[in-house]
């Protein structure tokens, strides 16, 4: 079992930055591709970007590409979102997950993943 804990959300002003964390607990996930997926108001969960488990490869939806990075540290358990030029869209709920066998050729889609942290809200506003 696996438990990821997010935090770093809240409310930001259009063109700010703030950085997400995810804490995993239970067992390590140094091995697991981890990604951040988010669900804005009234809308479906969306993938918004993930990083195999060397760090190596990342993938990020075209939505925030050049404004958000994706990293982790093996050794502290946790994966990173940092996020530059927030626009309102950016406003939703984001969701840490990792996906312990499905294969970084599924790493944007949320089948893939098997365990979900509760989510952290992120507010952009105008």
């Known amino acids: 079992q696996v438990q990821l804990l997010e935090s770093g959300g809240g409310l930001v002003q259009a063109g700010g930055s703030l950085r997400l964390s995810c804490a995993a607990s239970?067992?390590?996930?140094?091995?697991?591709?981890m990604a951040w997926f988010r669900q804005g108001p009234g809308k479906d969960r969306e993938f918004v970007s993930a990083?195999?488990?060397?760090?190596?490869?990342?993938l990020y939806a075209d939505s925030v590409k050049g404004r958000f990075t994706i990293s982790r540290d093996n050794a502290k358990n946790m994966v990173y979102l940092q996020m530059n030029s927030l626009i309102r869209e950016d406003t939703a709920v984001y969701y840490c997950?990792?996906?312990?066998?499905?294969?970084?050729?599924?790493?944007?889609?949320?089948?893939?993943?098997?365990?979900w942290g509760q989510g952290t809200q992120v507010t952009v506003s105008s």
């Open positions: 997950a990792v996906d312990q066998n499905s294969g970084w050729s599924r790493a944007s889609g949320p089948e893939a993943y098997d365990y």
């Open positions: 239970g067992r390590s996930v140094s091995s697991y591709t």
């Open positions: 990083i195999i488990w060397s760090g190596g490869h990342t």
